[in-house]
């Protein structure tokens, strides 16, 4: 047994983007357990619930050491009772009951499958569950009618569940380069979401586009998709693509976005038993004007928590709204100009904190 005074207590920022959080997670029985249930919130509509537990879950990735006793997380931020409550049953059981219970009900397993279909959110799941629909085989044979995205999603169902790798997302980042170059000269790609921040799988690829010329990106997606669905032909293709979700109540999605699909052709060694020799790979693009580039880069890197912390500084410390395009300062009533996301950390009087440390 360990004495108090032996285990290491820990102090932690509330705000996870004034937190270094690297992939190197010491707590991943406790961030697995926080984050299941954070995921379970999300896919029933309770969001403030999803954040909580999202929010403790991040302030665990971010402890320098394996937390091994309840004693050391008091005066931590970030634990609401619940999750103490989840913490204190994997530390003494090894297995949170309520995560065991999740993982197990039917409802959950349902909606995991459903929403793992490219097209399908958490309220088409719920429609279809309550319609008795709880898992593929039952949806193929329900006669409800899929809109183009889900049908593909549907076809492609394994590849689209299977994670992508780095090597994957730099042959894929060649792809829509080209296809870049050849729509608009002088255009930019680059990288951003979870493979940016040093991830070596992801659930898709994410890319932000972008003319040094002001305006000149204006258009530029349908021309990079029209150029991609012209290479039908081609070792490497592009199956099928869905417009941003339209969010009127929300300015996050003013970019030009569009979520779409990959034929991407394996390597020799990648080629598997059912000799198939490509693979479907979820990709998303964005495109913005240079003048908001900065604040694309920083807003599309994520993590997630991240970007959400962010912006609750901003407002909440700050008095600025911060968004993928623009900082507004609310005191001073004027957007402040950035060229770089050193310079956005700056403005918002935070440590600069590099994309490989907001693994929150
Ligand atoms: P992944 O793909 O599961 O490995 O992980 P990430 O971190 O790449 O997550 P992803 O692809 O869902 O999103 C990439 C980043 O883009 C995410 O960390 C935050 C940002 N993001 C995601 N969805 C939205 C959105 O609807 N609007 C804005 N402005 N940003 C978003
Ligand atoms: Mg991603």
């Known amino acids: 047994q360990i004495s108090e005074a032996e285990v290491a207590l820990f102090s932690v920022s509330s705000y996870a983007c004034q937190r270094r959080t690297t ?118 044979h329900s006669g409800q009618t899929l809109n183009r995205a889900q049908k593909s999603g ?15 997302a730099d042959a894929i980042g060649e792809i829509v380069q080209k296809a870049v170059d050849s729509v608009l000269t002088g255009s930019q790609v680059a990288l951003t979401g979870g493979f940016r921040r040093g991830k070596l799988t992801g659930h898709d690829v994410d890319f932000l586009i972008t003319h040094p010329e002001e305006g000149k990106e204006v258009g530029l997606m349908p021309k990079v998709v029209a150029w991609l669905e012209s290479q039908k032909t081609t070792r490497n293709s592009y199956l099928e693509s869905k417009d941003g979700p339209a969010r009127p109540a929300s300015n996050m999605d003013r970019f030009e976005r569009c979520f779409s699909i990959f034929k991407l052709t394996k390597g020799k060694e990648q080629e598997t038993a059912s000799h198939k020799i490509w693979r ?72 600069y904190i590099p994309p490989s440390e907001r693994n929150a």
């Open 23 to 140: 992939l190197d997670n010491h707590n991943s029985n406790l961030t697995d357990a926080l984050s299941l249930l954070a995921e379970n919130a999300e896919l029933n509509n309770e969001d403030g619930r999803g954040v909580a537990f999202r929010r403790a879950a991040a302030l665990m990735k971010a402890l320098p050491t394996q937390v091994i006793s309840m004693s050391q997380l008091r005066g931590l931020p970030c634990l609401g009772e619940h999750s103490l409550r989840v913490i204190k049953d994997v530390l003494e059981n090894g297995v949170s009951s309520e995560v065991e219970s999740t993982k197990q009900s039917k409802r959950y397993k349902a909606l995991k499958i459903l929403t793992g279909i490219f097209g399908v959110g958490a309220k088409t799941a719920d429609r279809w569950i309550r319609e008795g629909i709880y898992n593929l085989e039952q949806l193929r």
């Open 154 to 168: 549907l076809e492609h169902y394994d590849d689209l569940n299977e994670p992508v790798t780095k090597a994957e």
């Open 280 to 351: 479907a790979v979820r990709v998303d693009l964005v495109v913005s004007p240079i003048s908001q580039f900065a604040f694309a880069v920083l807003g599309w890197t994520g993590s997630k928590l991240f970007e959400r912390e962010l912006r609750r500084w901003a407002g909440h410390e700050k008095n600025m709204s911060l968004s993928s395009h623009a900082l507004f300062d609310n005191t001073q009533n004027k957007y402040l100009r950035a060229t770089s996301e050193e310079e956005i950390f700056a403005y918002l009087g935070l440590e």
